[in-house]
């Protein structure tokens, strides 16, 4: 889907077309000023931008080049994350979530701030539309942020399930 959405970069603002997630910043106001942006992650996949309110917000792989460049012009911070969102999302792959895969997620997790509680707690709330995604991409792999966004697009917030697991 992301590959629909088109960014233009001028010299102190990009431009948002066809973005794909609604509830977005850029749907309202499409442009985005270099004053709003707190870093840029231009080799994550897909590149991200951090706002300074928090939000992320994702550009095509074809456009990692020119934001690397705005970024380095406008002399916005690349920071590279640890993506911990594969691994709040692994109990919903395509396979099967051992005990030695949940200690290892536990283990990163905790590595980063995330305590057991906190990643349940966010299980639980993604586990319908993910479980429903996850159905029909058969991602054995990888779930990312981007995934679940796309995943909120894709499912009403309510899929009926008669059972809730436990992470």
Request: with cysteine; aromatic share 10%; proline share 8%.
């Given at each position: 889907?992301?590959?629909?959405?088109?960014?233009h970069?001028?010299?102190?603002v990009?431009m948002?077309?066809?973005?794909?997630?609604?509830?977005?910043?850029?749907?309202?106001?499409?442009t985005?000023h270099?004053?709003?942006?707190?870093?840029?992650?231009?080799t994550?996949?897909?590149?991200?931008?951090?706002?300074?309110?928090?939000?992320t917000?994702?550009?095509?792989?074809?456009?990692?080049?020119?934001?690397?460049?705005?970024?380095?012009?406008n002399?916005?911070?690349?920071?590279?994350?640890?993506d911990?969102w594969?691994?709040?999302?692994?109990?919903f792959l395509?396979?099967?979530?051992?005990?030695?895969?949940?200690?290892?997620?536990?283990?990163?997790?905790?590595?980063?701030?995330?305590?057991?509680?906190?990643?349940r707690?966010?299980?639980?709330?993604?586990?319908r539309?993910?479980?429903?995604?996850?159905?029909?991409?058969?991602?054995?792999?990888?779930?990312?942020l981007?995934?679940?966004?796309?995943?909120?697009?894709?499912?009403?917030?309510?899929?009926r399930?008669?059972?809730?697991?436990?992470?």
């Amino acid at each position: 889907m992301i590959d629909r959405s088109e960014v233009h970069f001028a010299d102190t603002v990009m431009m948002f077309a066809h973005y794909p997630f609604r509830a977005a910043s850029v749907i309202s106001d499409p442009t985005l000023h270099t004053s709003q942006i707190r870093d840029v992650d231009p080799t994550s996949c897909p590149p991200e931008i951090c706002t300074v309110d928090g939000e992320t917000l994702f550009v095509a792989k074809a456009d990692e080049p020119l934001l690397a460049e705005f970024a380095e012009r406008n002399g916005i911070p690349v920071v590279h994350r640890p993506d911990v969102w594969p691994r709040l999302l692994e109990p919903f792959l395509d396979t099967e979530w051992t005990g030695d895969s949940q200690r290892s997620a536990r283990e990163l997790l905790l590595d980063v701030g995330i305590e057991p509680g906190e990643a349940r707690a966010v299980r639980l709330r993604v586990w319908r539309i993910m479980r429903a995604f996850n159905a029909i991409m058969w991602d054995e792999w990888n779930l990312s942020l981007y995934d679940l966004l796309l995943a909120s697009t894709w499912f009403p917030t309510r899929i009926r399930r008669k059972h809730r697991p436990e992470f």
